[in-house]
């Protein structure tokens, strides 16, 4: 059985089913479109958590204080085209990872995994880590394009990329293939928190809206209650792996291929001792106004496309 989505229709129950591929191309597409509208806000995130990277709080100047100052600081410096720097790589990234993730959700749903105690969860986790590891060459170039800035506003180490192909041959010339996946080991566990919560909280979040029948069963508006239910959870879990791949993602790499941060476990203690712990929850504010609008318009526009293809094959049979 298909990914389902069960409607009542006077007194029968008419399902639409999507398969896996077509849940892939309106996964990406869906989170694409998303992410034009919330790259800005990942711009300002970026920043917010490269600053004061490992060092006290009150010893290091604050070119970006609070959101909308922030905004109007990348503008400044930037341009208005500033803030969508890194759009193309993160357009790549959400094409790629959510691709991956919705495709592999789906026959994880097909194969009714989904059905059994924790099966939404560790569903969502699993189709998160694949998704996150195929789209971290993209995730590393749109972090190290969005810290790059003037020099009296530049926070964390300044790549100097041109173009994400530039980056592209950068990174595989000094690093060589595995160079690309960089910061890898923060970004999985990133997405798997974030895909689990995700995709557990919105399926029932949605589930929950429809039983108390306040909106038309049929309404957008039961997707968008459902994924503003989600893009709480979300945020509250993903914004410390979210620090901790960012610092991942953007740190130099020198000619022997040594870092200052060794992987998710030795930069969080890091950042614990030498920041302090709320600096886990550095860039929250920008976090929520990144994630809960991509976290609503992804599932939005992922549900709506999927009622249109699914009743676009049942017309077709």
Same mark, same amino acid.
């Given at each position: ?21 077509? %849940?892939? =191309? ?12 919330? *790259?800005?806000?990942? =711009? ?74 924790? /099966?939404?969860? =560790? ?17 590393? &170039? ?12 530049? !926070? ?19 690093? /060589? ?7 890898? /080991? ?22 929950? !809206? ?18 503003? &239910?989600?893009? &709480?959870?979300?945020?509250? !879990?993903?914004?410390?792996? %979210? ?6 993602? *953007?740190?130099? !790499? ?8 060794? /992987?998710?476990? %030795?930069?969080? =203690? ?25 976290? &609503? ?5 992922? %549900? ?14």
């Amino acid at each position: 059985m298909h990914l389902a989505r069960a409607q009542k229709a006077t007194g029968a129950e008419a399902v639409e089913t999507v398969p896996p591929a077509v %849940d892939l =191309v309106l996964g990406a597409s869906a989170c694409c479109l998303a992410c034009v509208f919330t *790259n800005p806000l990942e =711009v300002v995130k970026t920043r917010l958590q490269l600053q004061g990277e490992l060092q006290a709080r009150g010893t290091y100047p604050q070119p970006y204080r609070g959101f909308m100052a922030s905004v109007a600081a990348v503008a400044r410096a930037d341009g208005l085209w500033g803030l969508q720097k890194g759009l193309a790589a993160g357009l790549l990234y959400q094409g790629l990872m959510n691709g991956v993730r919705f495709y592999c959700y789906s026959l994880a749903c097909q194969a009714g995994l989904t059905q059994q105690p924790g /099966g939404t969860v =560790v569903a969502g986790a699993v189709a998160g880590a694949l998704g996150a590891f195929v789209g971290s060459p993209a995730y590393l &170039i749109k972090t190290q394009l969005q810290a790059q800035t003037v020099a009296a506003m530049a !926070v964390g180490h300044q790549h100097n990329h041109q173009t994400v192909l530039g980056a592209l041959e950068t990174i595989w010339r000094q690093q /060589g293939l595995l160079g690309l996946w960089q910061g890898v /080991g923060g970004a999985v566990p990133r997405v798997m928190v974030g895909s689990a919560a995700q995709l557990a909280t919105f399926t029932s979040a949605k589930a929950w !809206v429809q039983k108390q029948q306040w909106l038309p069963e049929d309404s957008w508006l039961v997707a968008l209650a459902g994924g503003m &239910i989600s893009s &709480i959870a979300v945020v509250v !879990v993903m914004t410390p792996f %979210d620090v901790v791949s960012t610092r991942l993602y *953007n740190q130099p !790499v020198d000619r022997a291929g040594r870092v200052t941060l060794w /992987g998710l476990t %030795d930069c969080m =203690v890091k950042i614990w001792r030498q920041e302090g712990p709320l600096a886990l929850y550095k860039g929250l504010g920008p976090a929520y106004l990144r994630l809960g609008p991509h976290t &609503i318009l992804s599932m939005l526009f992922w %549900d709506e496309l999927r009622k249109l293809a699914g009743r676009a094959q049942h017309q077709g049979t």
